[in-house]
C-alpha cells in the first residue's frame, strides 16, 4: 500500500518536475543562441598589466559577432597601450542595436547598417556609422576531383540559390567554365540557419546582381530560402559543404582556410573572375569610397563594386556611435579609440582574414570624427 | 511544493499531519522557518508565472497581428514580416515523438535489466555509465551528430532503408537523403532522453515489493513473466513519469537539435528530409532580430512552445490517472 502510494508521489512529483525542466530548455535556448558570444573584455588583460588604478571599465560596447576576433585583439592591444579599457558583447548585431537606441551602452557594432527606422527609434539622436574593417564572404563548394577552381557569375549564384540551377554539370555553369569535367551531381544549397551579418551581405549581393532575387527572398539576415538547409554558424556551413559532396554554401573567408575548402572564383562587374582575399576586398572598399559624397553617413554597401580587381561579395562592418555624445570624457576616450584602430588597427586586419579599410576611407573617417559634439544639445 | 503533493497524495492521514505540523509550529523559530521555506517554495511558482506573462505580453503584437495562422501557418519570411510557426511546432512534436519511440524501450529494457537480471558488479558500473548521458553537453551531443550520426546515416542507414529495403517511395523515407533531418534529431534526442527515463525507471522496479515477485514466483510464473505480469504493471505509472520527464527534456532541447535538424521551416511527411523546431528558431534568430514584429513573433513562438509544454504534461498527468484507475495498478 505505502509502495503504491510512493510511486503516486513520485510520479506527480516527476510531471511537474518534467514541465519545469522543459520550461528551463526553453530559457536557456536564449542562452544557447548567445554561446559564440563571448564577452571580450579588456578590463582583464589591463588589470593584470597594472593599468591605471580606478578598476572599472572605461567604455562599454555590444554587436557583431562577426568582428569579434579583431575587436577582441584590438580592445586587448589598446588597453596595454593606453590603459583605457573597453568591454565588448558580442550579442549580435540585433543585439547591438537595440543597446544603442536604448543608450545602455556607449557604442554599438553591426555587420548591416541601421534601417532609417531603426535610426529614427534611437534615443540619443542621430547615429554616425563608422566602417572599421571590410568583410569577405566566399562561395565555397565540394566537388572532389577538379582540376582548377570553378568560376560562377553573380545570376547563376542566384539561380543556384534559388533552386532554378539543379545539377552541377547544367549548361550554364559548363559555359562559365570551358574546359572543366563537371560531375552530374545534384546540388545541395547550405546556408546559415540563424540570423547574421554574412548572410546580409551574402544575400546583399544576390539581390544587387539578380532581380528575381531581389523581388524573391530579398535581403536581409534571415531569409526566407527556396530550396537547402542550414547550418550553424559559419563553422556549421562549413563542415556540411566539407561532409557532403555537391554541396556549395557561403562562409566568412577566415573559415575557407581551417576546413580546406575549395572556393568559386566570382565574376565582378568589370567581367573578371576573382578569388575572395583579403586586397581583392579593400579594391572593392576602395571603388565604392570613391563615390561618396562628402556628406555620407558611410551606410553603403560595397558589394558588385566598381573595378578591375575587386571581389563582389564584401562588406564593411560598422561601429554605431551618438554623433552627439552624452559625455565629453568618454567621447574624448572612444574618439581616440576608433582614431587608432583606423591608423594602427589595420595592420591586424590581414592575420585575422578580414580586409584593412582603402587608407583614402580611413582619412576621410578620421576628419568626420572631429565632427561628434560631446553634451551639446540633443 | 513537494510538501503540498505528498499532502494531497497522502489524503488518508491529513489531520493528523497538520495537527502535528501546528503543535511544532507554535515556537516562534518554527514558525519563521516554516514562512521562510514557503517563500521560497512559492518563488519558484511565481518566478514560472512571470516568465509566462512575460513571454505572452511580448508575443502579444505577433499573435494579434497573425491570429490563429500564427500557429497554423507556414511561411516564415522575415524580410517581408511574414510569420507562421506551423512547421516548427511540427517539428517539435515530431522530432520528440521519434525520440521516445526510440529510446523508450531501449530505455525500459536497460532498467529491467539492471534491476532484475544484472549481478550486483555489474549493475552500479553500467548504471553510472548510462546517467553518465545525462551529463555530456548537448552542443557536444551536436557535434558528434555532425561529424559521426550525420554522414553515417546518409551514407548507410538512409540508403539501406531507400534501396536495400526497397522503401525509398514510402512517404515516410521518401525524398533525398542529406543526413541532416528530422530523423538524425529525433535519434539525437533519444540519446539525450534515454537515462532520464532509464534512471527513473530503475528506480521504481527497484522500489516495487518483494512480497510482489515472490507471490508470482510462488504461483509458477517463470522470471519473464514474474516481470511482465507482476513488476511491470505494478511499476507503470512510475515508468510513464519517467517518460514525461524524458519527455520535457526532447521538447525544449536546443542546441543538439538545431545542429542536425537542417533547420528548414518546411512540414514533410518524409522523417529523412529536414525540418525545424521552435526552440531552434527563437535561438537561431533571436540574437540577430531588429525588427519588432520579428522580435514579438519569437516570442510567440516561445509562448506557442509553453503552451505545447503544459498541454502534453496535462495529457501525460491524465494518461497516468487512467492507468492508476484501471484495474491491477
Redesign the interface.
Known amino acids: 500500500m505505502s509502495?503504491?502510494?510512493?510511486?503516486?508521489?513520485?510520479?506527480?512529483?516527476?510531471?511537474?518536475?518534467?514541465?519545469?525542466?522543459?520550461?528551463?530548455?526553453?530559457?536557456?535556448?536564449?542562452g544557447?543562441?548567445?554561446?559564440r558570444?563571448a564577452t571580450s573584455d579588456s578590463a582583464g588583460a589591463a588589470a593584470k598589466l597594472g593599468g591605471s588604478g580606478s578598476g572599472g571599465v572605461d567604455l562599454t560596447g555590444a554587436g557583431a559577432?562577426f568582428p569579434n576576433p579583431i575587436y577582441a585583439k584590438w580592445f586587448h592591444d589598446y588597453a596595454a597601450k593606453t590603459g583605457v579599457r573597453i568591454n565588448y558583447q558580442s550579442?549580435?548585431?540585433?543585439?547591438g542595436?537595440?543597446q544603442l537606441q536604448e543608450q545602455t551602452v556607449d557604442f554599438g557594432a553591426s555587420d548591416a547598417p541601421m534601417?532609417d527606422s531603426?535610426m529614427v527609434r534611437a534615443k540619443g539622436g542621430p547615429v554616425l556609422h563608422i566602417p572599421t574593417v571590410v568583410g569577405v564572404v566566399a562561395v565555397a563548394y565540394n566537388l572532389p576531383g577538379l582540376a582548377q577552381p570553378i568560376k560562377l557569375t553573380g545570376p547563376l549564384i542566384a539561380d543556384i540559390f534559388l533552386g532554378k540551377v539543379t545539377k552541377w554539370n547544367d549548361t550554364r555553369i559548363a559555359a562559365a567554365n570551358a574546359g572543366l569535367t563537371l560531375p552530374a551531381k545534384?546540388i545541395?544549397v547550405v546556408h546559415r540557419?540563424?540570423?547574421?551579418?554574412t548572410t546580409y551581405v551574402f544575400s546583399d549581393y544576390l539581390s544587387a546582381v539578380s532581380p528575381v532575387w531581389k523581388n524573391g527572398?530579398?535581403?536581409?539576415?534571415?531569409?526566407?530560402?527556396p530550396v537547402?538547409?542550414?547550418?550553424?554558424g559559419n563553422e556549421?556551413v562549413a563542415?556540411?559543404i566539407k561532409?557532403?559532396p555537391g554541396a556549395v554554401g557561403y562562409i566568412e573567408l577566415a573559415y575557407v582556410k581551417p576546413n580546406n575548402l575549395s572556393v568559386a572564383l566570382i565574376q565582378n562587374s568589370a567581367g573578371q573572375f576573382v578569388a575572395p582575399a583579403a586586397d581583392a576586398a579593400t579594391a572593392a572598399a576602395d571603388g565604392a569610397a570613391a563615390k561618396l559624397p562628402p556628406n555620407t553617413d558611410f551606410r553603403v554597401s560595397i558589394v558588385n563594386s566598381p573595378g578591375a580587381q575587386t571581389y563582389p561579395i564584401a562588406s564593411f562592418t560598422w561601429l554605431l556611435v551618438y554623433r552627439n555624445q552624452p559625455d565629453a570624457t568618454k567621447a574624448k576616450k572612444l574618439t581616440d579609440f576608433i582614431r587608432w584602430a583606423l591608423s594602427d588597427g589595420q595592420k591586424d586586419a590581414a592575420a585575422l582574414d578580414y580586409a584593412p579599410l582603402p587608407s583614402s576611407l580611413a582619412t576621410k573617417l578620421v576628419a568626420r570624427l572631429d565632427s561628434l559634439s560631446a553634451g551639446g544639445p540633443r | 511544493m513537494t510538501d503540498v503533493s505528498a499532502g494531497s497524495a497522502l489524503a488518508a492521514t491529513p489531520s493528523q499531519e497538520s495537527a502535528a505540523v501546528r503543535i511544532h509550529g507554535s515556537s516562534p523559530g518554527d514558525r519563521i522557518y516554516r514562512w521562510t521555506t514557503m517563500g521560497f517554495a512559492l518563488i519558484i511558482p511565481i518566478l514560472l508565472c512571470l516568465i509566462a506573462w512575460e513571454v505572452f505580453a511580448a508575443g502579444w503584437p505577433a499573435l494579434r497581428t497573425f491570429g490563429i495562422g500564427f500557429f497554423t501557418q507556414s511561411e516564415w519570411d522575415a524580410v517581408n514580416g511574414k510569420f507562421g510557426a506551423a512547421p516548427a511546432i511540427f517539428g517539435t512534436l515530431v522530432s520528440s515523438a521519434i525520440a521516445l519511440i526510440i529510446a523508450t524501450p531501449l530505455a525500459v529494457g536497460v532498467a529491467i535489466f539492471l534491476s532484475e537480471f544484472a549481478p550486483r558488479w555489474l549493475r552500479q558500473p553500467v548504471a553510472f555509465f548510462v546517467d553518465l548521458l545525462a551529463a555530456i553537453p548537448s552542443v557536444v551531443y551536436g557535434l558528434w551528430g555532425i561529424l559521426v550520426l550525420v554522414p553515417f546515416l546518409r551514407d548507410h542507414v538512409m540508403p539501406f532503408i531507400k534501396d536495400t529495403m526497397h522503401l525509398g517511395e514510402f512517404p515516410l523515407f521518401s525524398g533525398p537523403a542529406y543526413g541532416y533531418s528530422m530523423f538524425a534529431a529525433g535519434l539525437i534526442l533519444a540519446i539525450m532522453v534515454l537515462p532520464y527515463i532509464s534512471a527513473v525507471t530503475r528506480e521504481v522496479l527497484l522500489a516495487v515489493p518483494r512480497s510482489q515477485r515472490e507471490a508470482a514466483l510462488a504461483l509458477g510464473a517463470t522470471r519473464w513473466e514474474m516481470i511482465w505480469d507482476a513488476v511491470l504493471p505494478f511499476a507503470r505509472s512510475g515508468i510513464i513519469g519517467g517518460i514525461i520527464l524524458g519527455l520535457g527534456r526532447a521538447l525544449g532541447e536546443t542546441m543538439a537539435v538545431t545542429m542536425v535538424i537542417g533547420n528548414r521551416p518546411e512540414i514533410s511527411a518524409s522523417i529523412f528530409q529536414p525540418g525545424y523546431t521552435m526552440a531552434s528558431l527563437i535561438a537561431n534568430e533571436f540574437s540577430e532580430a531588429t525588427n519588432d514584429l520579428h522580435v514579438s513573433a519569437l516570442m510567440a513562438v516561445g509562448a506557442a512552445l509553453f503552451i505545447v509544454t503544459v498541454l502534453v504534461n496535462m495529457i501525460a498527468r491524465w494518461l497516468v490517472w487512467q492507468i492508476e484507475r484501471a484495474p491491477g495498478a
Open positions: 509502495t503504491e502510494l510512493d510511486a503516486e508521489v513520485i510520479v506527480k512529483r516527476l510531471i511537474v518536475l518534467g514541465t519545469a525542466v522543459s520550461i528551463a530548455c526553453v530559457v536557456s535556448s536564449c544557447s543562441g548567445n554561446e558570444s559577432t550579442i549580435g548585431s540585433g543585439g542595436i537595440r534601417s531603426e545534384d545541395l540557419s540563424e540570423g547574421s551579418g527572398p530579398g535581403k536581409g539576415k534571415e531569409l526566407q530560402w537547402g538547409l542550414g547550418g550553424k556549421g563542415g556540411q561532409q557532403t
